[in-house]
Nanobody, 115 residues
């Protein structure tokens, strides 16, 4: 069983920053691709950023230049998302994912950006 635990969400004013973290535990072998998705109220869940085991990264166009995904090299299967210059439209529940044959999902952490 694989578990993903997100942390770091909260309320921030527009223009502010937040850092999300996600740690995976359970039956996982090696480093795996990990990512962040988000779902705003009434909208579909969309990719925010993803990093492969080899370090290749892709971002949603709406967050490029503002968000940075990174691995914690000291801890296997841990990923962070640094979010800067936050906008009200970034308000959503953010979910961590890990790909290990199947895609595992965290329970999500709420990010609210006030105008």
């Amino acid at each position: 069983q694989v578990q993903l635990v997100e942390s770091g969400g909260g309320l921030v004013q527009a223009g502010g920053s937040l850092r999300l973290s996600c740690a995976a535990s359970g039956s996982i072998f090696g480093n795996n691709a990990m990512g962040w998705y988000r779902q705003a109220p009434g909208k579909q869940r969309d990719l925010v950023a993803r990093i492969t085991s080899g370090g290749m990264i892709n971002y949603a166009g709406s967050v490029k230049g503002r968000f940075t995904i990174s691995r914690d090299n000291a801890k296997k299967n841990t990923v962070n998302l640094q979010m800067n210059s936050l906008k009200p439209e970034d308000t959503a529940v953010y979910y961590c994912t890990l790909d290990a044959g199947v895609r595992y999902w965290g329970k999500g952490t709420l990010v609210t950006v006030s105008s």
